[in-house]
């Protein structure tokens, strides 16, 4: 009940194309969101998060879609660049458990 | 003025050594974290501290002992290393239980 479910594990997408990562959970006691992205030698950055109370969050060309009723939440990357290649994780936590449960990860590169 | 910095970014040891891992952050930020990576690029929780205080040890064996001197540092010690602790470990930092963390660059730790 742990867990969080990501996918896809990799992603090629051409340049301009959108990208789009989804996972699932089923602990109905998270409460955060977050997306983090991370490239080659760096630790993970901080995208976008989202909380159960809304269904969509919106930062730039980056996209959180949340379906509370399905347990799954998606990172939507339009317009993709060649810089958006990295790993992205999402994650989800409790308030005052202080740990995230991290996805398993999605490689993403954006071709030229 | 990096926001979490850890040193060494690279370590190379051998089988039965002690060592240790530093952290330090600047963002005034009441709870830190130690997160281990493994190859397939997994994030899994080792230590919580929350003002100083320990909050989690995820089942992390005795030989890896944390120690948070202030809430600005936390610390790594491992003791008799082995193979299976070669990883990425990373520090982090976040305002609170269920907020954005701040990671650090990462310490590649590799058991020879």
């Known amino acids: 009940q742990q867990q969080v479910k990501q996918s896809p594990q990799s992603l090629i997408v051409q340049k301009g194309g959108i990208s789009i990562i989804n996972c699932a959970y089923e602990n109905t006691a998270f409460d955060y969101f977050p997306w983090y992205q991370q490239f080659p030698g760096k630790g993970p950055a901080l995208l976008i998060a989202i909380r159960p109370d809304v269904s969509e969050k919106k930062e730039g060309r980056f996209t959180i879609s949340f379906n509370k009723s399905a347990k799954q939440f998606s990172l939507h990357i339009m317009d993709s660049q060649p810089g958006d290649s990295a790993t992205y994780f999402c994650a989800a936590t409790t308030s005052g458990t202080y740990k995230y449960i991290f996805g398993t990860g999605t490689r993403l590169k954006v071709l030229a | 003025d990096t926001a979490v910095s850890q040193t060494p970014k690279y370590l190379v040891t051998q089988m039965g050594n002690d060592k240790s891992i530093k952290c330090e952050q600047n963002?005034?930020?009441?709870?830190m974290y130690w997160y281990k990576q493994d190859s397939k690029k997994f994030l899994k929780i080792m230590f919580s501290?929350?003002?100083?205080?320990?909050?989690i040890n995820e089942t992390v064996p005795n030989r890896f002992s944390p120690k948070s001197p202030d809430k600005a540092h936390l610390n790594l010690h491992i003791n008799s290393l082995e193979l299976g602790d070669s990883a990425v470990y990373f520090c982090a930092s976040s305002p609170d239980s269920n907020r954005g963390y701040t990671f650090g660059s990462g310490t590649r730790l590799t058991v020879v």
């Open positions: 963002l005034g930020h009441d709870t």
């Open positions: 501290y929350n003002n100083k205080e320990l909050i």
